[in-house]
């Protein structure tokens, strides 16, 4: 799918939300597997200057019913198939349900921009916290600008970028604009082969993948003597061990980034292969 492709179904979603009485500040909810429509989803719900919120379709049950019941969120998106206990969540609590892939051949004439704010909330991510209870964190468009600024100053190119993170963390965010900051292709496979650690190496190879975030546990798993082109790593989400990061940021960029979700993603990071410093976070 090329970007005007995805752009012509991005506005095609904005207006069936729209004609579905979604307006600009409202959460909507989006529930989907990891898929190229999950992120065509999240790209509209932004861009007509809603609210988003993931919910990973491998979540239990329970865990999706208290973020939506915590969020107030009024309308809920999804992708053709959508679980018979999450219907009738929905039609309970008066949930406006919507299968985003209606949107495809919809009617683009309703699209109108909207301008966002830097105060505007641009997603909300829930994290368990101290309490094992789903907790929001709320988040700007002017977070989301100051990590773009960034991210777009460490590539010099297109990237190749296999999405991995599970639809409910901001990861999954981080690598949306990852991409577009690099102006590259996003690849998706099998999100259980993509996390299995037999597999990862197979996988980055396979796509000839040149960028990728992962947490520490997946990284020390990949071959770096097998995936030549792999040349824009991240890591975050737990503590990189000083011999993996070092490992990577001899053989190409290595950038170790942590922050709590609050954050917008991440507040601190670690060019390691520039610094050196293998147990180092990184700085503001």
């Known amino acids: 799918m090329s970007y005007s492709q995805a752009w012509q179904k991005v506005k095609s979603l904005i207006a069936l939300l729209r004609h579905q009485g979604v307006e ?131 590539m010099d190119q297109p990237h190749r970028l296999l999405q991995c993170s599970g639809m409910s963390f901001d990861a999954v965010v981080l690598e949306v604009l990852m991409l577009l900051a690099s102006g590259g292709t996003l690849v998706f496979d099998d999100i259980d082969c993509v996390r299995n650690p037999q597999e990862i190496t197979k996988i980055i190879q396979l796509h000839q993948i040149t960028m990728i975030f992962l947490p520490p546990a997946l990284l020390t798993h990949v071959d770096v003597t097998q995936v030549k082109r792999l040349s824009w790593v991240g890591v975050g989400g737990d503590r990189c061990p000083p011999a993996l990061a070092r490992k990577w940021a001899e053989r190409g960029q290595l950038y170790n980034l942590y922050g709590p979700s609050e954050a917008s993603i991440f507040c601190v990071a670690n060019p390691v292969h520039k610094t050196r410093k293998y147990d180092s976070i990184g700085f503001i």
């Not at 939506?68 to 969540?89: I, R």
């Not at 349900?97 to 909300?124: E, F, P, R």
Request: charge should be negative; include cysteine; hydrophobic fraction near 35%.
């Open 24 to 154: 600009k500040g409202q959460v909507v909810a989006c529930f989907s597997r990891n898929e190229h429509q999950s992120i065509l989803n999240m790209l509209a719900v932004m861009e007509m200057g809603a609210c988003y919120l993931g919910l990973d379709a491998q979540y239990p049950e329970q865990r999706v019913s208290d973020m939506l019941s915590d969020s107030g969120s009024k309308h809920l998106l999804f992708n053709e198939n959508m679980p018979a206990w999450l219907n009738d969540y929905c039609e309970v609590n008066n949930i406006q349900a919507v299968d985003g892939l209606s949107a495809c051949s919809g009617n683009k004439d309703q699209y109108l921009q909207i301008m966002t704010q830097c105060d505007d909330i641009a997603y909300l991510i829930y994290t368990s916290g101290t309490t094992g209870k789903p907790k929001a964190s709320i988040n700007t468009h002017e977070g989301l600008a100051s990590r773009m600024a960034f991210l777009s100053s460490t």
